[in-house]
């Protein structure tokens, strides 16, 4: 198992993606982030097949930070996808969209999303947010055994 746990983060937005690890780094948080821009290069990622067949499967992911609107594959249909799957079932999965929509929100939790966070505007409310997101679901959250 590698050593530093993984954030995945699945977003098709490249400036979204640079606030992410912007806001990241600004929190020190130091873990990997790989970074895939659409549905079915995650679960490629998550399944290590398709161009991630390569990958470790031991690779120690940790969270994964969820846009909903993606190309190919949108992010509920990734996230049903994964709690069928008995080897992503417990993964922790956070939604993170610009999507305020009540029907995205119900759909995501009926999902099992973990949680369900909307992307502020402001740049400096976006790195608080992924700050306590990092802080929570890399230093506080306890994952099962695997």
Request: charged share 25%; proline share 5%.
């Amino acid at each position: 198992m590698t050593a530093q746990p993984i954030i995945l983060l699945v977003e098709d937005n490249a400036s979204d993606e640079e606030l992410t690890l912007r806001a990241l780094k600004r929190a020190n948080i130091t873990n990997r982030v790989v970074v895939v821009r659409d549905g079915a290069a995650a679960l490629d990622y998550l399944f290590a097949r398709g161009a991630h067949a390569d990958r470790a499967p031991d690779e120690n992911i940790q969270v994964v930070l969820l846009d909903l609107n993606l190309p190919k594959l949108g992010g509920l249909d990734v996230l049903r996808a994964l709690r069928a799957d008995a080897r992503t079932r417990v993964l922790p999965v956070v939604i993170l969209t610009s999507s305020r929509e009540d029907r995205d929100l119900a759909e995501g939790y009926a999902g099992g999303a973990n949680s369900y966070i909307v992307k502020p505007v402001d740049f400096l409310q976006f790195a608080e947010a992924v700050k306590q997101l990092g802080l929570y679901w890399l230093v506080l959250n306890q994952r099962p055994p695997r």
